[in-house]
């Protein structure tokens, strides 16, 4: 049974330590060789952790259904650290990223999407989710 309870709250904690993309929101429409605002929000935990990164890619996917984010990344738009911070009382702390969507990129569906990795806990146990939006290129 105590195993059984452990299990639970590990798995409790390990989605406690998730991110969340705040910006762009579903469907935005941008243009080829654009910048765009990445928001990854990472709301405070009640377990320690240590941010070791992000990747941003987009994967354009215009007529066909999008690769799973987890087998295909797609183009990297950025790689590299991630460090939220407190930018208001009512907001999680969060990051954004400027990134340049590719001009060469299809018009139609396209998936951004961002991995975050974190190590969690005293023990810093590794941690890496896979987040997705879909936009539009237009």
Known sequence: MKSVLSLALFVASAFAQGAVIGYPPQGLSVSPG?????????????????EVAVVIGIQSCPGTPCINPADYMGQILYNGPFDPQVHGLYLPPYENFTVQIPSSIASGTALLEVVHV???GASA???????NRTITIS
């Open 34 to 50: 654009s910048n765009l605002i990445v928001q990854v929000e990472r709301p405070a935990t009640l377990t320690g952790s240590v």
């Open 118 to 120: 974190t190590l969690v």
């Open 125 to 131: 146990g590794p941690f890496l989710e896979i987040l």
